[in-house]
């Protein structure tokens, strides 16, 4: 079996001697993996650098196969993402949150998120949307559509912890302690300030631990808590 495809390298590690395994998200097809047969060679180590868009070419005698991969380099980002600190936590924020996915399942929604985010300066807003994007592609999405008190679609201001449903003001004052706040943006277009920010991602946090991290039994991204405080303060 064999497939050509253009994939994001999210991920890389060694393999024996020589080889590694690369891990990428391949457009129409999702998240694969495969061997690289000299893959630690100085000839293909700057090419093998996760953020860096590349051609695969993907072969096994089976489908349910690791199988190899052969490789061409399409666009270079890795060292641009490692001279900024920044883009490097966000680009590595993004890495993990993607190896969540399932293998061979498409999220070519996803991918073009990702493609923006590292193709631009940092954007707060934009990542908490992408986070917000993750938890919907792996069925545990949130409404944020109307109330889930009143049903009412304007002027939604907290979320349920536990349903992930959106709340009207009106319809959370009694229970404001006990609810996560919403930020106006992620219900509807506009300005994010840097405390909007800091709520957005205390929003997807804690739906990403309760469904993904502590399930899971996994930590959260490293780079994540000093990226959003980067990313709040602007």
Known sequence: ?????????IGVRRHGETSVIADAMVAGRG????????????KLSATLQPGNTVQLTWRARLEDHLG??????????????????????????IFEHLHLLPERDPHDRLL???????????????????????????GFGLDLTNCAATGVTEDLTHVSPKSGRAVSRAAAEPYKD??????????????????DIRKAFRLTGHFLDM????????????????????????
Do not use: C
């Not at 079996?1 to 390298?9: C, H, I, P, Q, R």
């Not at 469904?211 to 602007?234: C, F, G, K, V």
């Open 1 to 9: 079996m064999e497939w050509t495809g253009e994939a994001l390298l």
């Open 211 to 234: 469904h993904l991290w502590s399930a899971r039994q996994i930590d959260p991204p490293p780079t994540r808590e000093p990226l959003i405080e980067m990313l709040s303060r602007e």
């Open 178 to 195: 006990r609810l996560l706040p919403l930020p106006s943006f992620l219900a509807a277009r506009g300005n994010a300030s840097p405390d």
């Open 68 to 93: 190899t991969f052969t490789v061409e380099l399409l666009q270079g980002r890795a060292a641009g993402l490692i001279a900024d600190r920044k883009r490097l936590y966000l680009a590595q924020t």
């Open 31 to 42: 998240r694969y993996m495969g061997l690289i047969r000299g893959g630690r060679s100085s």
């Open 112 to 138: 073009g998120m990702a493609l923006q985010l590292i193709d631009h300066d940092p954007d707060g807003a934009a990542l908490a949307r992408f986070e917000l994007t993750l938890l919907d592609e792996l």
